[in-house]
């Protein structure tokens, strides 16, 4: 008995321009009825990779599955993708683009403008519908964009920096329409370099920088590799004897609290005992590192690697 295909795969993809590098050796697997972040600064090679995915871009070698079939026209219309560059006929009625965008994603002209009038009154967006596109705001304009790419019923949701430039009303509106997909057993694959929004989002992450992945896991699981051994601290006392004490790797105060980094074995709850010799202590809570902390750490580490590797090469030339 077979088991169901995954939703995406992507096995060992590079792609060049020239002598440019643009994505080298990536690999992840996108899990079914997950929203899935694919993260990274501007220019790692995100965009690039789902342009791959959606066979807009062809790799140099490795391969991309789609449900289980090579990405190709038949596995991509299972895909609803929204790119970072944003193009809609601006001069063409809202109502009127959006059943024009079904079309040609093989909805008939009835069904689609029926879908089309639904969406609209979804988003809130039916008083608009025989308003131009140039009308709208950029908001607007993105929420059309979205039931473009979401209006066949896809499967898989591709979104490229679809918060860029929205406010947080519009960005909001988005986000509760991708969860909303994952409640129906979607999958949803986020591309930015939001950590904010990543972290609110989605449940894997795949970490992309200077071409290469340098971190991949569920959330949560990231989390706690990345969190480490660490407290904070509510309370009164001098901050020399806490860093005194046993154990202490470092202690940093933020907005009020007393952050403290413990040995990676010292046990939590003999610290906090020989800490309340020293120390008033109202509260203690572990700190989880957040996924803006876990991506400036991992694309850092990253970044001196590339260096280190750069330096040895020279090195050895000599």
């Known amino acids: 008995m077979s088991s169901t295909p995954l939703p995406i795969l992507v096995e060992s993809v ?11 050796e990536v690999s992840f697997e996108v899990p079914a009825g997950k929203i899935f972040g694919i993260l990274g600064p501007n220019g790692a090679g995100k965009t690039t990779t789902i342009r791959m995915i959606m066979n807009i871009t062809i790799p140099d070698s490795g391969r991309v599955l789609i449900l289980g079939r090579p990405s190709t026209e038949g596995a991509s219309r299972r895909i609803g993708y929204l790119p970072e560059e944003r193009g809609l006929y601006r001069r063409m009625k809202v109502l009127e ?18 879908r089309a009038a639904q969406w609209l009154e979804r988003v809130q967006l039916e008083k608009w519908a025989d308003k131009r596109v140039e009308e709208l705001s950029k908001g607007m304009q993105q929420k059309i964009q979205f039931i473009g790419c979401a209006i066949h ?20 509106a988005l986000k509760d329409l991708f969860l909303e997909f994952r409640q129906r ?18 449940d894997e992450v795949t970490v992309i920088n200077r071409a290469k992945v340098v971190l991949r896991g569920p959330l949560d699981e990231v989390k706690r590799r990345y969190s480490g051994n660490r407290l904070i601290l509510r309370g009164n006392g ?9 154990g202490v790797k470092g202690l940093e105060r933020h907005d009020g609290e007393v952050r403290v980094e413990l040995d990676p074995g010292l046990n939590r709850g003999d610290f906090l005992r020989e800490a ?19 991506f400036i750490r991992v694309v850092g580490e990253s970044i001196e690697a590339v260096e280190a590797a750069a330096k040895m090469k020279e090195e050895a030339a000599v």
């Open 14 to 24: 590079t792609k060049r321009f020239g002598d440019f590098t643009a994505v080298d």
């Open 97 to 114: 683009h959006i059943v024009f965008l079904g079309e040609i994603r093989g909805i008939p002209a009835a069904e689609s403008k029926k």
């Open 153 to 172: 019923d896809p499967d898989i949701l591709i979104l490229d920096e679809p918060f860029s430039g929205l406010d947080p009303v519009n960005a909001l």
């Open 185 to 202: 057993g979607k999958t949803v694959v986020l591309c930015t370099h939001v950590m904010e929004q990543a972290e609110k989002l989605c």
């Open 238 to 246: 001098p901050e020399e004897a806490l860093r005194a004490l046993a």
């Open 276 to 294: 309340t010799r020293v120390w008033s202590i109202e509260s203690a809570m572990p700190h989880e590192a957040s996924l803006d902390e876990i």
